[in-house]
Structure formats: structure tokens, C-alpha cells
């Protein structure tokens, strides 16, 4: 029997108007960079009536997602150089 613990960092992103969540996604980024995303619509009428401001905050979203992977690569490709 074995132990494994894995290092991972989660992001959730939770996208509003004013207090009603209307779409949700998270990112969970492993110990090398890679991410698996997944993400649900909480109101589809107003998901539907804003669709274009959600797509810019969806974006957003996803550049985070790209600067914590960036980050972890980088601190990988480091640790290499160091060795």
C-alpha cells in the first residue's frame, strides 16, 4: 500500500450579474502545466442575453489559466537548470 499526493492548483471562476452566477468553470492544473477545465451554465436565459460580455469574461478566465501554467513551466524548466 502507497501514498501518492499530488500538487495541484485550482481556479474557479464564477461569472455574474449582479448576484446570480451565471456560469461557472474551474481549472485544475497538475504539478506539469496541464489543465483540465470544466464548466456548466447556471441560468441559460441570461447566459443567452449576454452571451458576447460572458465570451470576454470567459476569455479572461482562460488567459489566467495560461499565466498559472506559464508559471509552473517555468518554475519546472528551472529546476532543471539548476540540477
Known sequence: MTLE???????????????TVVKSITAD??????????????????YAANR??????EAEFQNKIYEVEDAIIQELESGK???
Open 29 to 46: 492544473i497538475n504539478e506539469k502545466g496541464i489543465s483540465t477545465i470544466s464548466e456548466w451554465i447556471n441560468n441559460a436565459e441570461l
Open 5 to 19: 499526493i499530488i500538487k495541484t492548483t485550482k481556479l474557479v471562476g464564477n461569472i455574474k450579474i449582479d448576484d
Open 81 to 83: 537548470k539548476e540540477k
Open 52 to 57: 458576447r460580455e460572458i465570451r470576454k469574461q
